[in-house]
């Protein structure tokens, strides 16, 4: 009977229009809040994403170029039989990435030189048939002056002639 008497009154209707339009504007202005909160949201999580967000760095480090250590010429006779022997020869640099690394090798050339011709003297001329076999001497030179200077060590073993007789 009391919502009878409220209707009745003229004063209930009205405050049930205003009370079902104030969720509407909350909700227009929970949307107009919102939506520039999400925006700037997704726009930062997109720039951050793209990396632009990333604190300066130090400009890079410009490493030294190699240095070049060039060892005396090696030739050694390989395996062969006895009426028909076959040499080697080999002109060798080593690539060193830091100069003070090649005053640490100087002082152990001999041991170096001794590694390397107790190796090649093990050889046969056809070990040393194309690029891998090469390649495998290379990296077996490289293996045994890594641990004739331990501590010490160099990046690479370069070529500069080989010639086999």
Partial sequence: ??????????AAPDEAEAGAAKPKKSKKK????????????????????MGHGKKAEPAAQ???????MDLPDVMVNLQSPADRPRYLRLKIALEVADPKVEEKITPLMPRVLDAFQTHLRELRA???DGSA??????????KRIDQAIYPAKIDAVLFKEMLVQ
Wanted: hydrophobic share 50%; aromatic share 10%; glycine share 10%.
């Fill in 1 to 10: 009977m009391a919502s009878v008497a409220e209707a009745e009154d003229g």
């Fill in 30 to 49: 929970l949307i107009m809040f919102a939506a520039p909160v999400l925006l700037l949201v997704v726009a930062g999580g997109g720039y951050m994403y």
């Fill in 62 to 68: 410009v490493k030294p170029p190699p240095t070049f």
């Fill in 126 to 128: 056809s070990d040393l």
């Fill in 133 to 142: 076999g090469l390649y495998r001497l290379k990296e077996e030179l490289l």
